[in-house]
């Protein structure tokens, strides 16, 4: 992959049950690009990472959200994984975090479960996206339009369903970062 985002800082928002591919293959593609991913969490030390319902890796937190700063930040990615997703949404600092990307027109991507949070954060009414299968019920009630496609990009919001679409996820997350903010 070219240098399509050199010097670009993304943060990847995630914390313990983050789906591991979906943290390590975005991670990677933001790196080959040139970008700087640094991941943003609920608390310090390490998350644990998991393969579905098994215990995979842990990663070091780079900063806490209460202590990250949006405006320093070019995009987001919000990993997937059901019990990641469920525990960033319940957290007020890390929806307030997520809708400033939003608000800002600075690229967001979320893949799987991450949807959830894009939801809690009241930012999805009137947005075309996809998520894996069993949050449709939970977009559409928040006024999403949900369709069931491998990746979809709206006005700078990217979502995806799950692992099997993480190739078209990655390609469209560093084109999408690429170019910058949206507005509209």
């Known amino acids: 992959m070219t240098q399509a985002i050199a010097g670009k800082r993304v943060a990847f928002l995630a914390t313990d ?7 390590t293959a975005p991670w990677q593609a933001v790196r080959d690009a040139g970008g700087q991913p640094e991941l ?3 608390d310090e030390g390490e998350i644990q990472a998991f393969r579905h319902l098994d215990k995979a890796g842990t990663w070091n937190v780079d900063v806490t959200v209460d ?3 949006p ?3 070019d995009a987001l990615v919000l990993p997937g994984g059901v019990a990641n997703g469920d525990f960033v949404r319940g957290d007020q600092r890390a929806v307030s975090f997520t ?3 939003v608000e800002d027109g600075k690229p967001v991507a979320a893949i799987c479960h991450a949807a959830w949070v894009l939801a809690e954060a009241d930012v999805v ?3 075309r996206m996809t998520s894996w299968p069993t949050l449709r019920t939970d977009l559409r009630n928040a006024g999403a339009q949900w369709v069931d496609e491998e990746v979809v990009a709206d006005n700078g919001l990217v979502t995806s369903r799950g692992p099997d679409d993480l190739k078209a996820f990655c390609a469209k997350l560093i084109e999408e970062i690429a170019a910058g903010r949206h507005t509209g």
């Open 17 to 23: 049950g983050v789906e591991e591919i979906e943290l």
């Open 99 to 101: 809708r400033c990307f």
């Open 125 to 127: 009414r009137g947005r």
């Open 67 to 69: 202590r990250a700063d």
């Open 71 to 73: 405006s320093g930040y």
């Open 40 to 42: 943003v969490s609920l």
